[in-house]
């Protein structure tokens, strides 16, 4: 099939140039995850026996009936700014499954679409992720992916991973895995997480994460090719996963960072104006099933001065003002118990705007 003529339906080589086409994710019988040793690494303690007795089943009606809503809400906001999106497909989680090496109770949603389809320039590559809850995630998707192919894009996805007991490491380590190199995933086989890259033109940024291997970051490298320069991030982040809440560029010139989890400053940004995000608002009684406070941090740029914050977190929307940024304030609180924000929950289709080299 001839694809040059196509105008380009797939096209995103940042995290910042005008967003024309989005898939925002749908929280649609959000279920709790299985526990393994990647769930393990990454989710917070406190959550660990309420997963274990209730792996499999819905999460609460009420709060997934919320975030779904709020995801609407969110979309509505996006296509009011002329922004085309893209929901994916109702798929039920509740469904047990299983290969030849292990079962699942049930899978996790289709909420995040982030961390599981990688968007380099006209290609979208499906992640091979390290949760086995998430084994099926991409089906949702499928419907857009293959649109999206018909209409002249890449799609790949990376090598089908295994998951056996030897894709893990049980013996991470649970405070420092960036200095002793135990993370909860192996070398066994190639796996990552889509949102443990970050994309800045020719120069990909990385974090190597309880999801994410050196094995999963080399297949990245070799398949997107001589074009993209791929950097791993020299983190100190105790549990990671994903670096959209740890190190976000902006746009050009402007990055902001987790105030601790950065050991060394990527060199490329050592002309950057670097900020350090301010502290998350205190929410009490705000459980969060997977993630830290800090999806704070977890913002979606609309255009290089326009930036999508979560309502009550007044600090962050304070520190976007200052910095000569325009604030789109979105109600996210139900979403943002489920472990992403608006960076999480979206993938860009298509940026105007070309790959640039900017360092
Ligand atoms: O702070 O728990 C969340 C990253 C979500 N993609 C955190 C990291």
Do not use: I
């Given at each position: 099939m001839k694809t040059e003529n196509f105008p380009k339906i797939v096209s995103s080589y940042?995290?910042?140039?005008?967003?024309?086409e989005v898939i925002v994710g749908d929280m649609f019988n959000a279920t709790i995850p299985t526990v393994e040793v990647a769930v393990q690494a990454t989710i917070?303690?406190?959550q660990i026996d309420y997963f274990k007795l209730h792996a499999g089943q819905q999460f609460s009606e009420e709060l997934v009936g919320r975030a779904c809503r709020e995801l609407d809400d969110f979309s509505r906001i996006l296509s009011d700014l002329g922004i085309a999106v893209r929901r994916p497909e109702k798929v039920k989680k509740t469904i047990p499954y299983s290969t030849p090496h292990w079962k699942m109770l049930g899978g996790l949603y289709s909420a995040m679409p982030r961390d599981s389809l990688l968007v380099v320039g006209d290609t979208i590559i499906e992640a091979p992720m390290a949760w086995r809850s998430r084994y099926f995630e991409t089906d949702a998707f499928r419907p857009l992916l293959k649109e999206y192919f018909h209409r002249g894009a890449n799609w790949i996805a990376a090598p089908k991973p295994q998951?056996?007991?030897?894709?893990?490491?049980?013996?991470?380590?649970?405070?420092t895995p960036y200095l002793?190199?135990?993370?909860?995933?192996?070398?066994?086989e190639p796996t990552f997480d889509a949102a443990d890259f970050i994309r800045c033109g020719e120069d990909i940024f990385v974090q190597k994460s309880h999801v994410t291997n050196d094995f999963g970051i080399e297949w990245v490298r070799r398949s997107i090719g001589s074009k993209y320069r791929v950097h791993k991030v020299d983190h100190c982040d105790d549990a990671p996963m994903h670096i959209d809440a740890t190190?976000?560029?902006?746009?050009?010139g402007k990055l902001m960072i987790h105030p601790e989890r950065i050991k060394n400053l990527p060199?490329?940004?050592?002309?950057w104006e670097v900020r350090v995000a301010p502290s998350p608002a205190v929410r009490p009684?705000?459980?969060?099933?997977?993630?830290?406070?800090?999806?704070?941090?977890n913002v979606l740029m609309l255009s290089p001065d326009t930036v999508v914050v979560e309502t009550h977190e007044a600090e962050m929307i304070n520190f976007f003002e200052k910095w000569g940024f325009n604030v789109v304030p979105v109600r996210f609180s139900n979403v943002i118990r489920f472990g992403g924000a608006f960076h999480c929950v979206t993938a860009d289709v298509r940026r105007r705007g070309e790959l640039q080299n900017y360092f």
């Open positions: 940042n995290e910042w140039d005008p967003l024309e917070p303690d406190a998951l056996l007991d030897a894709t893990f490491d049980k013996n991470y380590d649970r405070v002793t190199d135990r993370y909860a995933v192996s070398e066994f190190l976000l560029p902006l746009c050009p060199s490329q940004f050592a002309e009684g705000h459980t969060l099933y997977m993630s830290s406070a800090w999806l704070s941090m």
